[in-house]
């Protein structure tokens, strides 16, 4: 793939999750502006790396070819997504995560999902190799259902309300959590070989 058709891909996703965060969180919710630049923008960075992997995945299933620019953009979100993430993590950020001052289970196992999963996305992606992008598409798979789990387990609760979504839009750990699911059974789909 060449680096305008990675760029493209890459600022498109970005501006369409950004687009989607802000008009559900700022817009529609009324989260201040004063956290768009840190919360909002997380949340936006998530659902990029995440989106990104999906199409890294998909597009590995399609050819023979192996190419790891989106793959390293995806990486790229997610560590900043992991920046931003810290930075933020407090009680009057995400409330549903803590429990007398400190996280709940459930939030513990996200953390630690999520860490694990970044971690092998972003050092991973580099030693991938060219000889077997089929393979490869299943692990990245099964890595994306994971960040998709790191997702649910972090908002599942608000799931089942959508009449109290912000502006009736699907929260981002939904969609994560979907994505995953669809990126997992992507990279299990048998592939025909010629």
């Known amino acids: 793939m060449k680096g305008k058709e990675v760029k493209l891909i890459s600022t498109s996703v970005f501006a369409a999750t950004t687009l989607y965060a802000t008009l559900r969180y700022n817009v529609f919710k009324g989260v201040l502006w004063a956290d768009w630049s840190t919360y909002v923008l997380n949340k936006s960075f998530a659902l990029s790396a ?4 999906t199409i890294d ?3 590995r299933r399609r050819t023979l070819g192996n190419d790891r620019h989106v ?5 790229l979100f997610a560590a900043i997504h ?5 930075i933020l993590l407090s009680p009057a ?15 513990g196992t996200a953390l630690a999902l999520g860490a694990i999963a970044a971690t092998t996305l972003s050092f991973g992606g580099s030693h991938i190799p060219a000889s ?11 890595l994306g259902f994971v960040i998709g789990v790191h997702a649910a387990l972090q908002g599942f609760t608000g799931w089942f309300s959508p009449l109290k979504w912000p502006g009736i839009m699907p929260p981002i750990t939904l ?3 979907l994505l ?7 990279g299990l789909w048998p592939t025909r070989t010629a």
């Open 93 to 107: 950020y995400y409330e549903k995560l803590y429990d007398q001052g400190k996280l709940t289970a459930l939030a």
């Open 57 to 59: 995945v998909f597009r």
């Open 180 to 186: 995953g699911i669809v990126v997992l059974l992507a």
């Open 82 to 86: 992991i920046v931003l993430s810290l």
């Open 132 to 142: 077997r992008p089929h393979r490869t598409s299943r692990k990245l798979a099964f």
């Open 50 to 53: 995440m989106t990104l992997l």
């Open 175 to 177: 969609i994560s959590f």
């Open 71 to 75: 793959l390293q953009m995806a990486g």
